[in-house]
């Protein structure tokens, strides 16, 4: 079935399919599973299938069905374990351990006429068939695949083993989950092509910081749902999935009221304030201003009886609250009412699918009007490859626009003075304005200056200013007329002594 393009596209009769109890998953699936169906769930060991499988058994419990949970590989005791770390109680969960006893090691137990797939694997059929028809479940785990393919011997009898399990309990209307470790030699597809529906779980472990996790949907047949890989992660109460961010779901009609940052010269340069709808980039070197410019934004905002939502990658939240403060801009008090949000983001602890969600919620739970990324450079490190880092934040800044959301993107050059200076990821022509901020060098002192580079949705002042930061905050002067070379960072002087360069009054 095609990709889930559009929220209408899915299914209108979504009280049919079955819950999964998973955050998020619902949503990749168009709504959930399809009942009565079997599906294969796939992944490395400590990629999560026992927690995913034990969360669809929970919720099964919770809507009043009889479920039942039947471990090949596992001990009941493990599995308590596992449950008592997320704190569930498996109470309502029928567990049945096909494990062989103790007295497998014994040499009289050891076949030596037959091969042990001719029978154990009827033996085992025969004890999952009876508890089956004893408990007449509407969910059924088994975990996992790996012992059957073992027992079964060969390709053709695994695949007609499976496929006979298949009609079993089609004909009883239970949904079944089938785990598959992944330990097999050669890694056949023989059940992704019986399964109603795939999904493989998958972890990475970069060089540096915590494991990385995603899933996929295979296959799902009959069914819309949402393609390509969505970012999971493991917490204290199972699985919690970050769908893939489609904009194209996210169409509003969208007002373009312009939004002042409080500063009138500062608004005088951009043409009256950053509309709603649009993405500013504000790019400099370390120190030029970049975050005080944002948060003056977002300190408008806050003024206005709005919710601006910042998140934080280069430094703490104290840090920047304290020096916030320090230049008059009242921070506290904004972000105990709730219409300021700071978030401080990990990159080595959070993925990019996980960050993107909480930008989500900030904008649909929170009706932030201004979002803040502060920076890109952190950003990036928390993408495993440049190229989709531009593609997410394509899409993220598309979903933000067709909201109403003023986003406001900061990166920091590389280098301190010069025309060299760059940034490690280009993002200028996605930006709808871009503000440049930098360093210039005038009798003796390290000046600072901002300009308007770009601008899409208005007229904006096509001058050079000084500009300061001090106890009042923002502050910007006249135009640098009387220098020629300011973006070099070493400008020279246009007339004599009578035209020092004017500075932003201190």
């Not at 360093?439 to 200013?465: C, D, L, N």
Request: aromatic share 6%; proline share 4%; charged share 20%.
């Amino acid at each position: 079935m095609s990709t889930l393009t559009r929220a209408s596209t899915a299914r209108d009769d979504t009280s049919s399919l079955l819950q999964t109890g998973v955050p998020g998953l619902d949503d990749v699936l168009g709504g959930g599973l399809t009942r009565g169906r079997l599906y294969l769930v796939e992944g490395n060991p400590g990629a999560g299938k026992t927690t995913f499988a034990m969360q669809f058994l929970t919720e099964g419990v919770r809507r009043g069905e009889r479920v039942l949970y039947i471990t090949l590989s596992e001990t009941a005791e493990e599995l308590q374990g596992v449950a008592q770390s997320h704190g569930w109680n498996l109470a309502g969960i029928e567990l049945r351990e096909v494990l062989p006893g103790t007295n497998a090691l014994s040499p009289d137990e050891q076949y030596t006429i037959f091969h042990p797939s001719e029978v154990e694997l009827g033996e085992t059929t025969e004890r999952i068939l009876a508890d089956v028809n004893r408990i007449n479940p509407t969910r059924v785990v088994f975990d996992s695949l790996s012992e059957l393919r073992l027992l079964a011997g060969s390709s053709l009898r695994y695949r007609r083993q499976i496929l006979a399990l298949k009609q079993f309990f089609a004909g009883r209307h239970c949904t079944v989950l089938l785990l598959d470790d992944m330990t097999a030699v050669e890694h056949d597809l023989q059940v992704q092509s019986i399964s109603h529906a795939v999904l493989r779980l998958e972890q990475i472990n970069p060089d540096y910081g915590g494991s990385r996790r995603r899933l996929i949907v295979l296959k799902y047949r009959g069914q819309p749902f949402r393609g390509g890989y969505h970012d999971y992660k493991i917490a204290r109460g199972g699985l919690v999935v970050f769908p893939r961010l489609v904009a194209a779901e996210h169409v509003e009609p969208v007002n373009r009221e312009k939004l002042p940052s409080g500063v009138k010269e500062l608004d005088d340069l951009i043409g009256g304030g950053i509309e709603r709808g649009t993405s500013t980039l504000l790019v400099g070197a370390p120190g030029t201003g970049k975050s005080i410019v944002a948060v003056q934004f977002a300190l408008a905002a806050a003024q206005r009886g709005e919710c601006a939502a910042l998140f934080i990658f280069d430094e703490s939240i104290a840090t920047l609250c304290a020096r916030s403060e320090g230049m008059g801009m009242p921070l506290a008090k904004h972000i105990e009412s709730g219409h300021i949000r700071l978030r401080q983001v990990d990159p080595a602890a959070l993925s990019p699918g996980e960050f993107v969600y909480e930008i989500r919620q900030a904008v649909t739970e929170h009706h932030a009007q201004v979002v803040v990324i502060d920076s890109l450079n952190g950003y990036l490190n928390a993408m495993p490859d440049e190229r989709f880092l531009i593609v997410q934040l394509h899409e993220l800044l598309t979903f933000l626009g067709q909201s109403g959301v003023a986003s406001i993107l900061i990166a920091a050059h590389q280098g301190l003075f010069g025309t060299q200076s760059v940034t490690p990821v280009d993002a200028s022509y996605l930006a709808d304005a871009v503000v440049l901020l930098r360093y210039f060098e005038a009798e003796g002192e390290v000046r600072q200056a901002i300009s308007v580079m770009k601008k899409r949705t208005g007229q904006h002042e096509r001058t050079i200013r000084s500009f300061r930061l001090g106890a009042d905050g923002i502050s910007l002067g006249p135009a640098l007329r009387q220098f020629r070379g300011v973006l070099t960072g070493v400008p020279v002087p246009l007339g004599g002594s009578e035209n020092k360069p004017d500075t932003a009054p201190s």
